[in-house]
Structure formats: C-alpha cells, structure tokens
C-alpha cells in the first residue's frame, strides 16, 4: 500500500525555524515527484512545489520560492518543508501528496496524500 | 498564472439529488483537470484525472466533463458519504492552481 506519513503538529513562535516530514512507503520513492500543499485555516488548497527524490530537482511556486525550501533525503524515503523564519502568516495545514507518475510527467495530479500537518504560528 | 474558479462556492441539496459543480480556467489547460473530494479535518482524496477519468474505486455516480476552460464534476444521485469540499486543480502549467473549493452540505 503506498502510503505517506506526515511528522505531527507544531506550535512556534514568529521568527523560528522548522521542518516537517513526509516519509513515504510502498513505492519507489526516488522515482515520483513529492508536492507539498498549503490550506489555510477555512480556505482552499495552495501548490507550494514539489521535488524529484531522485536528483533532487524542485520546482516552486512564485508565491512560496524564497519563503520555504523543499528537499528530500532518499535514503530514508523523506521529504522536507522548511522555514527558517516563520511568520504568522504561515499558521495552515501543510500537505505531502504524491505525483501520480502517468506517463512518466511531472505535470500531473496529486495522489496520494498525506494527512497533513498543522503548523500554528502564535506570539 | 491561470486561475481556477469554481461555482457555486457553497451548494445545498438532499440525498438522491443530482448536482454539478463548475470549474472554469482563464485560459485553456485542454483536460488537464483533476478533481478531489474532501472531508472537515482530512486530506483530499482524488477523483477524477483528464477531466473525465474516474479513479479506480471512485463511485460511476461521479463523472466530469469538458476541456479547454469550462469544466463540471456531476453526482448523479446523492448519497450521504459525499457531503464534502470538492476542489479542481489544472496541471498543465506551473504554477499549479487549484479552485477555491465548492462545499456541498446537506440541505
């Protein structure tokens, strides 16, 4: 069963670093595009960039590139979302989500997804 | 940036009931479109790929059209498991872009 497990909730304050986790199971993890995605508290999804385990090729969106940094590390089959000063702002449901790897495509859909990690962001 | 819009935002209807709900693009994404279903407190699940594509195990009673820039996911009779948020997102081009969601509650 492919599976991805999302490291669990955080409280920070404004200002701090963090990084969560996605570990994925039951497929080749270096061979399909991971996605994170943001929800903020009531509002739709958001595509922040996703990253190739393989080689580590990412691409990001305009809105989040700067602001986060996205990696992966293979040999535990985990990828990453940092932020190395969060602003309050940043309080959302963070999501990993599998490419689906129909023809072989980085432009594709998400499937499947993690259950998320809320990241609250208070002073 | 090609924005997705999805109408209505909110939708009421019962059980047995046949909704759709509208995504349209600001310029063309030819079926590049997926819809996803989600639960209050759970992360999306995926329905439908290419624009029409039924995921493996999703219910026939869903089905999307079109292409180019107008889309439509249809429940053709409603059943209690599928009162959700139901999202549609492009992925023909970066960045990808997602419609603000359509609720479907109970009416």
């Known amino acids: 069963e492919v599976q991805l497990v999302q490291s669990g909730p955080e409280v920070k304050k404004p200002g701090e670093s963090l990084k969560i986790s996605c570990k994925g199971s039951?497929?080749?993890?270096?061979?399909?595009?991971i996605a994170w995605v943001r929800q903020m508290p009531g509002k739709g999804l958001e595509w922040m960039g996703h990253?190739?385990?393989?080689?580590?090729?990412?691409r990001y969106s305009p809105s989040f590139r700067g602001r986060v940094t996205i990696s992966a590390d293979k040999s535990i089959t985990t990828a990453y979302l940092q932020w190395s000063s969060l602003k309050a702002s940043d309080t959302a449901v963070y999501y990993c989500?599998?490419?689906?790897?129909?023809?072989?495509?980085?432009?594709?859909?998400?499937?499947?997804w993690g259950q998320g990690t809320l990241v609250t962001v208070s002073s | 940036d090609i924005q997705m819009t999805q109408s209505p935002s909110t939708l009421s209807a019962s059980v047995g009931d046949r909704v759709t709900i509208t995504c349209r693009a600001t310029?063309?994404?030819?079926?590049?479109l997926a819809w996803y279903q989600q639960k209050p407190g759970k992360a999306p699940k995926f329905l439908i790929y290419?624009?029409?594509v039924l995921e493996s195990g999703v219910p026939s009673r869903f089905s999307g059209s079109g292409s180019g820039t107008e889309f439509t996911l249809t429940i053709s009779s409603l059943q209690p498991d599928d009162f959700a948020t139901y999202h549609c997102?492009?992925?023909?081009?970066?960045?990808?872009?997602f419609g603000q969601g359509t609720k479907l509650e109970i009416q």
């Open positions: 990253i190739y385990p393989g080689d580590s090729d990412t």
């Open positions: 310029q063309s994404i030819s079926i590049w």
């Open positions: 997102q492009q992925y023909d081009s970066y960045p990808f872009t």
């Open positions: 989500a599998r490419l689906s790897d129909y023809g072989d495509s980085e432009y594709n859909w998400f499937d499947p």
């Open positions: 290419k624009a029409s």
């Open positions: 039951g497929y080749s993890f270096t061979r399909q595009w």
